[in-house]
């Protein structure tokens, strides 16, 4: 069965980085569209990063765009979202999915 496991999250202080990993099994990963949620608490999910498996190309929201990146390494079947300059509004547990399929999630939590 498709199984997601997000890994990389933690504590960091502000301005500091982290690497979000996403190990993907049984699907073929290399055929799908990929994306990064958050969820802080009290909040709804919000979109993060998307990349396409056609061309690669990305899509940010204008809160991460120019610090975070998303890329893939079909070879792998792993995900990834390198965050930079992280900020306090960061702090959430990150997600993986596609397709209706969802990890667990990481949590990343970034002190002031």
């Known amino acids: 069965q498709v199984q997601l496991v997000e890994s990389g999250g933690g504590l960091v202080q502000a301005g500091g980085s982290l690497r979000l990993s996403c190990a993907a099994s049984?699907?073929?990963?290399?055929?799908?569209?990929m994306g990064w949620f958050r969820q802080a608490p009290g909040k709804e999910r919000e979109l993060v990063a998307t990349?396409?498996?056609?061309?690669?190309?990305?899509y940010y929201p204008n809160s991460v765009k120019g610090r975070f990146t998303i890329s893939r390494d079909n070879a792998k079947n792993t995900l990834y979202l390198q965050m930079n300059s992280l900020k306090p509004e960061d702090t959430a547990v990150y997600y993986c999915?596609?397709?209706?399929?969802w990890g667990q999630g990481t949590q990343v939590t970034v002190s002031s």
């Open positions: 990349i396409k498996w056609s061309d690669l190309s990305t």
């Open positions: 049984g699907l073929t990963f290399r055929n799908y569209d």
């Open positions: 999915a596609f397709n209706g399929y």
